[in-house]
């Protein structure tokens, strides 16, 4: 299983998205689960390498290069979510589905 976290302010609107993201790669039959921290997780998080990908929400992309060095060290790619990709509705779903499909490591 391929695990993702999202990085957001509260942790609040990420933990539906990472809810309905999960949701959404179920349906299509893939093994990815998607969750969600508060920005004041997101680097102990990466420091600890338990997942695949971080995703940064775009309320927090100001701490993004703070994290993506966190991600350097643990040899994890960090990535902003563009704004379009965040929105609870299937569309934004889908987007923010298609970019964990792209941004993942394949090993």
């Given at each position: 299983?391929?695990?993702?976290?999202?990085?957001?302010?509260?942790?609040?609107?990420?933990?539906?998205?990472?809810?309905?993201?999960?949701?959404?790669?179920?349906?299509?039959?893939?093994?990815?689960?998607?969750?969600?921290?508060?920005?004041?997780?997101?680097?102990?998080?990466?420091?600890?390498?338990?997942?695949?990908?971080?995703?940064?929400?775009?309320?927090?992309?100001?701490?993004?290069?703070?994290?993506?060095?966190?991600?350097?060290?643990?040899?994890?790619p960090v990535v902003n979510v563009?704004?379009?990709?965040?929105?609870?509705?299937?569309?934004?779903?889908?987007?923010?589905?298609?970019?964990?499909?792209?941004?993942?490591?394949?090993?």
């Open positions: 299983m391929k695990k993702v976290l999202i990085i957001c302010a509260a942790g609040m609107s990420s933990s539906l998205m990472a809810k309905k993201t999960t949701e959404f790669f179920k349906a299509k039959g893939q093994d990815i689960e998607v969750d969600a921290v508060s920005a004041n997780e997101g680097s102990k998080m990466i420091e600890k390498g338990d997942f695949d990908l971080f995703l940064v929400s775009p309320q927090t992309k100001m701490y993004y290069q703070k994290l993506k060095e966190a991600g350097e060290r643990v040899g994890k563009p704004p379009q990709a965040y929105v609870p509705i299937p569309m934004g779903v889908e987007k923010l589905g298609n970019l964990i499909l792209q941004e993942l490591p394949n090993k």
